[in-house]
């Protein structure tokens, strides 16, 4: 009998401390993922920015250079589209920094408790 007072102490004690170790290990996986979203979220405002460029200022210097070889309204449209390109590539990378980011959950601490509870269970069983 005392034998199985000391077993079920020691498999309460060890489940408790299982359980803040994946807590803990929760955290770190949840902080992670939230740097990767808010650095996406970063470069996507970055896009905007650049965009806004793009369409407000056409970079009047790089229009004045190409104005010299061509007509200044092709010059413009070149600068124009450069920029858009460049807004477009900045917010596809935002936004597969953003995808890399979610779910918001700690998948990876959830297998391990999964896996932790079925090792549980069959010690459990014998």
Do not use: C, Y
Request: hydrophobic letters at 60%; aromatic letters at 2%; proline letters at 2%.
């Amino acid at each position: 009998m005392n034998d199985t007072h000391k077993l079920v102490n020691d498999l309460s004690d060890q489940v408790s401390r299982l359980v803040k170790d994946e807590l803990r290990l929760a955290k770190l996986e949840l902080t992670a993922k939230g740097k990767r979203a808010g650095l996406g979220a970063g470069l996507a405002g970055a896009a905007g920015v650049v965009a806004f460029l793009g369409g407000a200022t056409l970079v009047a210097a790089l229009v004045l250079l190409l104005a010299l070889v061509m007509p200044a309204w092709l010059a413009a449209a070149i600068v124009a589209v450069l920029l858009f390109v460049a807004a477009a590539l900045l917010g596809l990378v935002g936004k597969k920094k953003v995808q890399q980011a979610s779910p918001a959950v700690p998948a990876e601490t959830m297998a391990s408790v999964r896996a932790d509870l079925d090792a549980v269970k069959e010690g459990a069983r014998r």
